[in-house]
């Protein structure tokens, strides 16, 4: 049976077990997603959007769709993916199922909790009913499939004038009990006026089987609200990851969304953006290494539609062996959006012979006073500079990784928090094969 | 007396495309809609050969199967193909030896357009081939050229008398099924023009061909094939005009270019075909196929200045398919009003050590939406290939639209490139600089879009960067308010 077909045909089973009441709001989402999805299917490389990445390969395979539950993992064999020298709040999942022992939630100061408690809890009702799918694209396959499927995922609530001094990981790990799974993991983070939060997130398969995640997050950004979000993504050679993140900004707020793909056999990664205030800023940052017949798709979306607001965006991606690459940038500038600034910026290496980019970066202006631009480079690297290292005296090895981290280091300096920015070093100098002998 | 803000608007309404006129030709128009015997008609008519006539049949049958693109960024009524005639010939169509034959009212419209061809004969050296409707109907200096064995002619006269070079060339750049517009112009196509130039020879003349649209219901199908031999060099001028109407008239012409080796070809053009009122009525739908093909250390540079049309599709376009050959895209669009325009280039670097420069300056105002789209392809075996492209665009007015698409697809390692686009407003501090020093505001920003234009405006030919500059003020007359 194809995937679709197998998808619509266990929607039934999937509402029936009754995680909610088949006469609220969110069952009137799921069911209308799940009709979204039968009409739109998996986009295939005719859809604009998905033009240079392939699914064939990754949808072929036959996923259990539902995993088995109660597999669990021990901490030490997952300490790694942690940020585990810092103080934190974390909300881990196995398999697709919260892992209360590796967690560590809190209704304190925020609601650092799980989306299958809020779905259920009459208490957080007024939030999800007003915030729950509210920006998804509702012309995406991928995301209306989540939305049908929506049951767990990290639910992340910060009221008003909250600084969260710790930082939230939210991870979830593949144990491989099942040959082929898919993972439909759905995140909700709202962050009240003057708010501010830090989120790490990151995927992660512990063995080699196939592992499919489609991933949807939404973040809504009130008056003033500063997020950190970052995501790292260095997974198996046999799981690929389709994320999905949605951010609504109201007036003044910042949001940065950081992402580092390292790994992953496919991996695509759609950020829209939604303004609804002005004076906003939003920052969308990325580095891509990738080797051997990987794939990264970065497609971000800014829709400008207020006056004064902000944008910047900077990607970097240094492709080895066969590895293909994908840069979507597209700035839309509304009428209304005067004084906008919006930059981007994509700058990529081909290392491999074979290693290949495809890049657009677009933009659509409808207001006149604005000051937009993107640049968009493709090259190698520089001989000269390489000669000038190795005569001083550094191997050549050395020397290249050397320059390849310089160029993706205007992104890695970005990170606010220490121990990610050390860690994501670390992650840059394995992946370059070297000892940089330096710390950051 | 006072120049006053009435003045100024009284005299741009009346600005509006000079243009515009119609001539009264009597003409030999074929009955309207498409099949295959107006496809055999149009043939016939042209006394072509058999392979011709089959060539064409083809296309049609092909054309029949295909459906019109909607991928690009214009939104306009299709046009219903059975309402064009296609073919349409000032009459009395007789061979004309020298220009004293031509109907006085065509000379008249030359003079009109201020491209009097006995003027430029003397005074720009410039050879033109003349292409009215769909006929070719003036071409001067042949005698000069032929001496040097440069073939300069209508297509049509190509077609009977160079086929062996028609037969070899003719869509082999542009295939019968490249898109809906070239099938149909391979199947309809009326006239055009055709050049060859030997080996090693130099071209000592700018050659320009002149098109206009004049009867009303038509559609303009013409056809230009150029072809530089070996070590040669030559530069291709064409120009576009058409009367004012009401209703939406049909422009869709195909270009192959193919630059052997070390040859070169400069081909520039100035668009300015009627671009509808200021409500958006009337005006051409230009969608064009342009296409070279580059051999080994050739060059093909396009430069083209669109200012007219209603609605124009256009991605003049290079196939870098030989080692250390050259590529380069030159391009200014003015919109304003309700004016569309989708254009843009396309570098397919194939060979080695290739290179491309696109510089793409579009300039919107009024209520109207301009779009860069592009593609930089940069294939597996295509060693040490360089790109620069730079798109800028500048907006006039809170209404009209920017967008650039640019496609980048690099398959090799050794590849550079760099792309990079802006888009801003004429600065209010540029303005008040220019207001200071005794500037008007109009004049101003004429002044600042020339200076915007200059790097795509440098690489016309002299005759034609006036007339450029020109086109420029005119079309942007008023849209600053």
Redesign the interface.
Same mark, same amino acid.
């Given at each position: 049976m194809k995937l679709k077909d197998k998808l619509l045909a266990s929607f039934m089973a999937f509402e029936n077990k009754g995680d909610i009441d088949l006469d609220s709001n969110v069952h009137k989402i799921r069911t209308e997603a799940i009709e979204t999805f039968e009409k739109l299917g998996f986009p295939t490389k005719k859809d604009e959007e998905w033009k240079y990445t392939s699914l064939k390969t990754i949808l072929k395979n036959d996923y259990s769709v539902f995993p088995k539950i109660g597999k669990t993992v021990e901490l030490k064999y997952v300490k790694e993916y942690f940020l585990h020298e810092i103080d934190s709040y974390k909300i881990v999942f196995v398999d697709g199922a919260y892992n209360s022992f590796l967690s560590d939630t809190t209704h304190e100061e925020a609601d650092v909790c799980l989306l299958s408690a809020a779905l259920k809890k009459p208490k957080y009702k007024m939030i999800i009913d007003h915030y729950f799918d509210n920006i998804t694209s509702k012309k995406d396959g991928f995301s209306s499939l989540n939305t049908a499927f929506s049951v767990e995922g990290a639910f992340i609530n910060i009221p008003k004038n909250t600084i969260l001094e710790k930082p939230i990981q939210i991870l979830y790990f593949s144990t491989g009990s099942e040959k082929e799974i898919l993972l439909q993991p759905r995140n909700l983070v709202i962050v009240g006026e003057n708010s501010h939060v830090q989120i790490y997130e990151r995927h992660q398969s512990l063995d080699n089987n196939a592992i499919l995640t489609n991933c949807v997050l939404e973040i809504f950004a009130h008056k003033r609200a500063i997020i950190d979000y970052y995501k790292v993504q260095n997974d198996k050679e046999n799981a690929s990851i389709i994320d999905n993140t949605y951010v609504q900004q109201r007036q003044n707020s910042i949001v940065s969304i950081n992402t580092f793909t390292f790994g992953g056999k496919l991996t695509r990664n759609n950020i829209e953006v939604f303004h609804e205030g002005e004076h906003i800023t939003s920052n969308l940052n990325g580095i891509t290494i990738i080797e051997g017949k990987q794939h990264v798709d970065n497609h971000t979306v800014i829709n400008h539609k207020y006056e004064n607001c902000e944008s910047n965006e900077l990607y970097k991606g240094i492709y080895d062996d066969s590895a293909t690459g994908v840069f979507n940038g597209k700035v839309i500038v509304d009428q209304k959006a005067q004084k906008t600034n919006a930059f981007q910026q994509n700058d990529n290496i081909l290392v491999g012979d074979k290693a290949s980019i495809n890049a657009k970066p677009q933009l659509e202006i409808f207001a006149d006073d604005v000051k937009c631009s993107h640049g968009c480079t493709i090259g190698q690297l520089d001989e000269k500079a390489l000669f000038y290292l190795q005569s001083r005296g550094i191997p050549k090895k050395e020397a290249k990784a050397l320059m390849l981290f310089a160029f993706g280091n205007d992104v890695v300096e970005k990170i606010k928090i220490p121990a990610l920015k050390s860690r994501v070093t670390k992650l840059i100098s394995e992946k370059l094969n070297v000892e940089l002998g330096f710390e950051i | 007396m006072k120049y006053t803000e009435d003045d100024l608007k009284k005299e741009l309404e009346s600005k509006e495309y000079e243009y515009g006129f119609y001539t009264d030709i009597e003409s030999d128009t074929l009955p309207k809609g498409l099949n295959e015997n107006i496809v055999l008609a149009i043939s016939k008519k042209k006394n072509e050969p058999k392979w011709m006539t089959e060539w064409r049949l083809e296309a049609f049958n092909i054309w029949k199967e295909m459906k019109e693109p909607d991928?690009a960024n214009v939104s306009y009524e299709k046009p219903d193909f059975q309402a064009i005639s296609y073919y349409s010939a000032p009459k009395p169509k007789k061979e004309l030896e020298s220009l004293d034959e031509v109907d006085p009212e065509l000379l008249k419209t030359f003079e009109k357009l201020g491209i009097s061809i006995d003027e430029q004969k003397r005074l720009s050296n410039v050879a033109m081939d003349i292409v009215v409707d769909s006929v070719s109907v003036a071409t001067t200096f042949k005698k000069t050229l032929a001496e040097k064995g440069i073939i300069f002619c209508p297509i049509s006269e190509a077609i009977q008398e160079h086929p062996e070079l028609v037969k070899k060339y003719i869509g082999s750049i542009v295939p019968k099924t490249d898109n809906f517009y070239a099938a149909l112009n391979s199947a309809v196509f009326t006239d055009g023009s055709f050049c060859y130039i030997p080996k090693g020879v130099r071209c000592p003349m700018e050659l320009s061909t002149y098109f206009r649209i004049n009867e009303g219901g038509t559609g303009q199908f013409e056809r230009t094939l150029l072809i530089a031999d070996e070590g040669s060099y030559v530069s291709y001028l064409e120009g576009c005009t058409a009367p004012s109407r009401d209703e939406n008239q049909l422009h869709a012409a195909v270009v192959e270019l193919i630059a052997l080796d070390d040859a070169e070809i400069k081909y520039s053009t100035v668009q300015n075909w009627y671009p509808g009122d200021n409500k958006g009525k009337g005006g051409v739908y230009n969608f064009v196929t342009k296409r070279g093909i580059c051999h080994n250390n050739s060059k093909i540079s396009w430069t083209q200045v669109e200012t007219g049309s209603a609605v124009t599709w256009k991605y003049p376009s290079c196939i870098l398919k030989g080692d250390n050959s050259v590529g380069e895209f030159y391009s200014i669009a003015v919109t304003n009003n309700y004016q569309q325009a989708d254009t843009g280039t396309k570098m397919i670097h194939l060979g080695k050590n290739t290179k491309s420069t696109i510089i793409s300056k579009g300039i919107s105002a009024g209520k109207s939406q301009n779009s860069y789209r592009g593609l930089v392809q940069i294939n597996?075996r295509a060693e040490n290939a360089r790109n620069f492209s730079q798109c800028d665009?500048l907006?006039? !007015?809170?209404?009209? !639209?920017?967008?650039?698409?640019?496609?980048?697809?690099?398959?090799?390692? $050794?590849?550079?490139?760099?792309?990079?686009? $802006?888009?801003?407003?004429i600065g209010e501090d540029q303005l008040f600089y220019c207001n200071q020093r005794g500037i008007d505001t109009e004049k101003a920003i004429a002044l600042i879009v020339n200076g915007f234009s200059k790097e795509v405006l440098n690489k016309l030919p002299m005759e034609f960067a006036v007339e450029a500059q020109k086109l420029l003020e005119i079309s942007l007359e008023g849209s600053v308010g």
């Open positions: - | 991928w597996s665009s907006l006039m !007015g809170n209404e009209c !639209g920017a967008h650039t698409f640019p496609y980048i697809e690099t398959k090799n390692k $050794t590849a550079q490139i760099e792309h990079e686009a $802006t888009t801003s407003k």
